[in-house]
């Protein structure tokens, strides 16, 4: 897809320096987009900005006043700071205090779950506030909406993700704030606690049958909001020895990563040992996504979507979640299939949808 060809108002991205934030300022110029680049440290926002050509703030998140200051006359906020449960809500303060839009790439459910929460007071402030702009969880939520909508009436969506990447810290570091909380499904329209390594199947991609067992990915929230189906199974792609071993080893895992003191050691070694994919895993993976829809009287639809690796693709589709958002006229708190459609994903470069014999 061609860049813009009308001027792009200038947008901040928050979190310019880490691993994701880098690959979507990146992205933006590539589009003919000139984000302000933000962050705590403006040692290390200098060197990007002069790379890219950037203008850069340095402002903290403990800084209300910064942060609206930092917002005036900026349409929109990128928020790409992670782990979010920690980052968010200050973020969203600042863009309703200042009328800009919001969007992160999280996936994480409270998360999630409070952005929608603030749809009444958005739409006062005439803003759209979403998360979930990247891989986390534009292609799983386009893909829910689409089987759903061939199954009217549909009770029961199943998803699975078979992603060609590895972590990077900031990915890891929510991974691990996460941990605790267990694992969770969506069961008569409720999120309900559900055993790590519990409910392993077996899942036909495009390419090949995979095993996948059931993890809290955000489209217990958003395929909630985006279907109304009230009984929702997200699934991750696993080797068969691993998604049985979970069952076991997961319990010791969650005890131990429940005390914030080794959290807060495990994190310190995440950002030093964990670099997330290099440039040829973004530029060659490549991920997938497969959905099923089933209604009570036997109806269903299954679809799978191939899409680039994970990072690369979150770069691309943050950036034309930008797009859509400062071109639309919507108002409110959104996932990104409520606001642009199960065909949104195919407006990401590299995106392939195929419908499976049922």
Request: charged share 20%; glycine share 10%; aromatic share 6%.
């Amino acid at each position: 897809m061609n860049p813009p060809t009308n001027p792009t108002p200038r947008w901040l991205l928050y979190g310019a320096t880490g691993y994701t934030g880098v690959l979507i300022a990146e992205e933006a110029v590539r589009r003919g987009h000139k984000p302000v680049l933000a962050g705590r440290s403006r040692e290390k926002l200098a060197p990007l900005a002069a790379r890219l050509g950037l203008d850069a703030v340095a402002v903290g998140l403990d800084d209300m006043r910064g942060l609206v200051s930092a917002l005036e006359g900026l349409p929109l906020v990128v928020h790409a700071a992670g782990p979010f449960v920690h980052t968010s809500e200050p973020m969203v303060q600042a863009c309703l205090s200042a009328g800009a839009h919001y969007l992160d790439i999280t996936g994480e459910i409270p998360i999630l779950e409070n952005t929608l929460r603030h749809d009444a007071e958005a739409k006062r402030r005439g803003v759209v506030l979403m998360s979930g702009v990247g891989f986390d969880v534009v292609p799983t939520d386009c893909l829910a909406r689409y089987v759903a909508d061939k199954v009217p009436g549909a009770h029961e969506l199943e998803l699975a993700i078979a992603a060609a990447a590895q972590p990077s810290a900031g990915t890891a570091k929510s991974m691990l704030e996460g941990l605790p909380s267990g694992g969770f499904v969506r069961r008569g329209g409720q999120l309900q606690p559900w055993p790590m390594g519990r409910g392993a199947r077996r899942v036909r991609f495009s390419d090949k049958e995979r095993t996948v067992v059931p993890i809290p990915w955000g489209d217990l929230v958003t395929a909630w909001h985006s279907t109304a189906i009230p009984n929702i199974t997200t699934y991750m792609a696993q080797p068969a020895a691993v998604a049985h071993a979970l069952r076991f080893t997961f319990p010791v895992l969650r005890r131990v990563v429940a005390v914030e003191a080794v959290r807060e050691q495990l994190a310190k070694l995440v950002e030093a040992r964990v670099q997330g994919p290099d440039e040829t895993l973004r530029q060659r993976g490549r991920s997938q996504v497969w959905a099923g829809a089933r209604a009570p009287d036997g109806r269903r639809a299954e679809a799978v979507l191939e899409t680039p690796e994970a990072y690369a693709f979150t770069a691309r589709a943050t950036v034309r979640a930008v797009e859509e958002v400062l071109a639309g006229t919507r108002r409110g708190a959104f996932t990104p299939a409520q606001a642009f459609g199960a065909d949104f994903v195919l407006s990401v470069e590299g995106v392939r949808r195929m419908d499976l014999p049922t």
